[in-house]
């Protein structure tokens, strides 16, 4: 058994974007500090993700628990220090329980007045990377580094014989983040009629509105090049998403997922904005697609309803530009 100097809890309960974000800088310190144990409290879904580095240990952490009852679990951990990035109440409350029993604990910086400021169009400087926060706060504890992440390069063809594929990711969490079932439909139609093979990605609740969507697309479309993805166990789809030359997604989960596994995404940006940091460091932002119009970002989640109610900053983007932009890759 490896004896390690010190235990850094790292804490990131939600959302899963924000915490697979965690990942890449998680391993960077993991790697420079072997003598360091480190256990990442987040997401259950997101564990397979975490893996593969020794030193790296996870613990799946149920999603609104009360301060008391997740601190309980938390502590069961005993860690030398505590690195807090998600602050909000209930981790605020459990940061105060680990001070006050002598554990050091390092919270991360939000900037939300900067978020407040760029929407409403009080300053359109780009904030501080959240990775780049998160790593600062990790900092705290084990001192400055260089955030080095891998570069994401165009996925070469695993197999001569293999057909292209492409994954596709068409949901997130606030309509003002989605792009559309009818432009989707007419993206999945164009890309199988070029033999490529599509892989959706979808969560498990979100089966029936995929459907719909190849209801929109179904003609002329070979149902054999259609992988439904979201029906797997999700070591499977990162296993399948490892195999796209490309991902298609909107500022969603998917678009840091798939960072972390190397693969390139095209990502859709409407109500947001890679401006409120929340873009990977590592993915090339001229795969990120958003029209500039005066009313964009409006929100820093999506969540806002939009003002026109045609949510005109994603039905801006064109299907063929998205397509042009997908075929550089297959």
């Not at 969507?213 to 259609?226: C, F, R, S, T, V």
């Not at 697609?289 to 045609?310: E, H, L, T, V, Y």
Request: glycine share 6%; proline share 6%; aromatic share 6%.
């Amino acid at each position: 058994m490896v004896k390690h100097k010190r235990h850094i809890l790292v804490v990131r309960l939600s959302a899963l974007g924000d915490a697979a974000m965690v990942w890449p800088v998680l391993k960077c310190y993991a790697l420079s500090h072997p003598d360091t144990l480190f256990t990442f409290a987040g997401p259950p879904l997101l564990a397979p993700l975490f893996s593969g580095v020794e030193n790296i240990e996870y613990l799946p952490t149920k999603k609104r628990q009360k301060a008391t009852t997740l601190f309980r679990q938390l502590h069961t951990c005993h860690p030398d220090y505590v690195v807090d990035l998600h602050r909000v109440l209930r981790t605020l409350v459990c940061d105060l329980m680990f001070v006050l029993s002598g554990v050091k604990v390092a919270i991360v910086k939000k900037d939300r007045k900067g978020r407040r400021s760029l929407i409403a169009h009080r300053s359109n400087i780009p904030l501080t990377p959240i990775q780049q926060r998160y790593s600062d706060a990790l900092a705290k504890i084990l001192g400055n580094q260089p955030l080095q992440l891998p570069e994401i390069k165009a996925n070469e063809r695993l197999d001569s014989n293999e057909h292209p594929s492409v994954g596709i990711a068409p949901f997130a969490a606030h309509k003002g983040k989605e792009w559309g079932d009818d432009r989707i439909a007419s993206v999945i139609k164009e890309l199988t009629l070029r033999d490529v093979d599509i892989r959706l990605f979808y969560g498990a609740n979100e089966r029936s509105h995929i459907d719909q969507i190849l209801h929109k697309a179904l003609e002329q479309i070979d149902e054999k090049k259609i992988h439904l993805e979201g029906a797997k166990p999700f070591d499977e789809q990162l296993s399948d998403m490892t195999r796209c030359q490309v991902l298609l997604t909107m500022d969603s989960a998917n678009l840091h997922i798939a960072t972390c596994l190397g693969v390139p995404v095209i990502s859709l940006w409407g109500a947001t904005h890679t401006n409120l940091g929340f873009y990977p460091q590592n993915q090339d932002i001229s795969r990120a697609i958003g029209k500039d119009i005066p009313c964009r970002p409006c929100s820093a989640f999506g969540q806002k309803p939009c003002k026109w109610s045609d949510y005109r900053c994603m039905a801006a983007i064109g299907v063929n530009e998205i397509i042009d932009k997908i075929v550089t890759y297959i």
